[in-house]
């Protein structure tokens, strides 16, 4: 990028770059609840802020914004791969959207079994340890009948 003023090269990549943001943001949302959203704001640092910048646009924009693949299946994808790299925090997170892009408890259930066999049953133990304790926050806040 050019140093002095803006070109309209630097101006095309920045609405690039804001058109994803703000389809991320809204999927995001939709996906992880608005509360989730406004408190990673909220709670981001100056340090952390690009971050949430970054993950927004790339993974929520680009990513879950393309049309290959259905909200459900992205769910299901993710929670297998946070089963198998041991990512609790954000597994809680994606266990819960996965709910509320329409998959149920079961189908959670079983992403796990699956990804623990491919794995390790350590990793399917853990998952299945914060899928449920996700689920039973959701049950509590009313987002999931049982």
Known sequence: MSQGNPTAEDTTSAQARQALFDQGYTIRSAVTGPQHVERSWTNASDFARPMQELATQAGWGLIWGRPGLDRRTRSLLNI???VALGKSTELAVHVKGAVRNGVTETEIQEAI???SIYAGLPAGLEGTRVAERALD???KEGGLKG
């Open 137 to 139: 926050e959701l049950k």
């Open 113 to 115: 079994m699956q990804a």
């Open 80 to 82: 297998a791969m946070l």
